[in-house]
């Protein structure tokens, strides 16, 4: 505001401008949620990524096992995050996230065509998304040591469906391998069982169970199913 004044110096009058700064105001606001999210996802992939250093160190005293390890689990956590950055961080699709995490494993041998998927494309938040793409990818990574991607005549079949629950509705999945070598449990947890059966469990407050058969290995998931809001 400015004031106006005659050939006397006096003030006859006050100039005023205005300047809109609602968008301004917009944009700081928008700025600061960005960074805030921004800082909350590096705080997740971190202790992520902490986990699996940890854990791969505990379970390894091979420098070379452990520098695989590591690197492996590295790389579909990234995979995942290209998913996610692809779907702008809203959520993303069951399908997907399979197809994502297999795709590595489905290149040679034909291992494309032994895998069906069958279940509706239900959409996770990005947290649930990530801890499905890990324990995917240890699912896959174990069949290709050890199960149905281990020999020519292996196959996998994966399969889920809603149904109610006391609590809300409960999405049940089935991880099914066929026509493996003979199967027998582990004498210990390796990182792979624990990464599925406890911390797939943790992260999407579920069950989750590897069951070792003969010539087959089957894990099931019960898991709340995500909300419309997810979708």
């Not at 609590?167 to 947890?189: F, M, Q």
Request: with cysteine; proline share 6%; net charge neutral.
């Amino acid at each position: 505001m400015s004031p106006v004044r005659d050939e006397n110096e006096d003030i006859v009058q006050y100039f005023a401008s205005f300047v809109d700064v609602t968008r301004h105001k917009e944009e700081q606001t928008e700025s600061k949620m960005l960074i805030d999210e921004l800082n909350h996802r590096v705080k997740n992939t971190l202790a992520t990524v902490q986990s699996i250093v940890w854990q791969a160190s505990r379970t390894n005293s091979d420098p070379q096992v452990i520098r695989e390890a590591i690197e492996t689990r590295l790389f579909a956590l990234s995979r995942s995050h290209d998913l996610l950055t692809r779907e702008n961080w809203g959520s993303a699709g069951l399908v997907d996230v399979l197809n994502d995490a297999l795709e590595p494993f489905g290149i040679a041998d034909g291992r494309a065509e032994r895998v069906t998927i069958k279940g509706e494309n239900i959409r996770f938040p990005p947290k649930g998304a990530l801890a499905l793409g890990i324990a995917f990818n240890e699912l896959a990574t174990n069949a290709v040591k050890y199960g149905a991607f281990s020999n020519a005549a292996g196959s996998i079949h994966i399969g889920w469906k809603v149904e109610p629950g006391t609590n809300g509705p409960r999405l049940s999945l089935i991880w099914r391998e066929k026509d493996c070598p003979p199967v027998a449990p582990p004498i210990r947890k390796g990182f792979g069982s624990r990464v599925i059966e406890r911390g797939l469990a943790h992260e999407l407050e579920g069950v989750v169970h590897l069951d070792y058969r003969k010539e087959r290995l089957v894990c099931t998931m019960d898991i709340p199913a995500p909300g419309p809001r997810n979708g």
